[in-house]
C-alpha cells in the first residue's frame, strides 16, 4: 500500500481476505548529482563481474547473495538452482565483492529507458561491516551512469542495514 492510499483502504482490503505481508521502502536518486562521499570500504575488498560464461562463478555469486539474505551459510542446492537462469537477463549485469578469494557479497544492477534498478545486494554474515555493500552500491551506480542512465532506483526493507545503507549512497 502506498502511504498516501485513501485512509479507509486497509480496512476494505482487510474485509476482502488481503492483509499487509511486508512494508517497503523504495529508493530514487538522480545520477546526474556528483557521487555523496562515503567512508572507505576494507582496503583488501575487490569487486568484479560475474562472467555468465562461467557456471562456477554465477553460483558463488548466488551463494553469497542467498546466505547473506537467510542470514546462514546453509543455502539449500534447490534455491541456487531456481536463481541460475536470472543471470542471463537482458540487460542485467551481476557482481561480487572479495576478499582474496572469498565471494563474501553479490548484487545485481538492472535497467532500461535510462532507469537503472540497483537491487539484489546480499553480504555473507561473517563478513558484514567491512563496506562491502556499500562499494557495491557505489560500482553500480556510477556503472548506470556509464550505461546512460539517469534515474537510479531500488527498494529495502524498513529499519534495516540495507536500509542505511541506501541512504548514506
Known sequence: LCPFADPTLPALLAERGYR??????????SLKAPPLPTRPPDPELRLRRV?????E???????????????????????IALLRPTAFAEQQELYVACLGDEV????????????????????????????AQGALIRARLQ???????????????????????????
Open 51 to 55: 562472467p555468465t560464461d562461467q557456471p
Open 20 to 29: 499487509v505481508h511486508e512494508w517497503q521502502l523504495v529508493w530514487t536518486c
Open 143 to 169: 556503472r548506470a551512469r556509464e550505461l546512460g542512465c539517469d534515474i537510479a532506483c531500488s527498494s529495502t526493507l524498513p529499519g534495516t542495514a540495507s536500509r542505511r545503507n541506501m541512504e548514506r549512497h
Open 104 to 131: 563474501i557479497g553479490g548484487a545485481s544492477l538492472s535497467w532500461a529507458g535510462g532507469v537503472a534498478f540497483v537491487n539484489g545486494s546480499g553480504v555473507r554474515p561473517a563478513f558484514r561491516r567491512r563496506g
Open 57 to 79: 562463478a554465477i553460483d558463488r555469486y548466488f551463494h553469497a547473495v542467498m546466505a547473506g539474505f537467510l542470514e546462514s551459510e546453509q543455502v539449500p542446492a534447490e534455491a
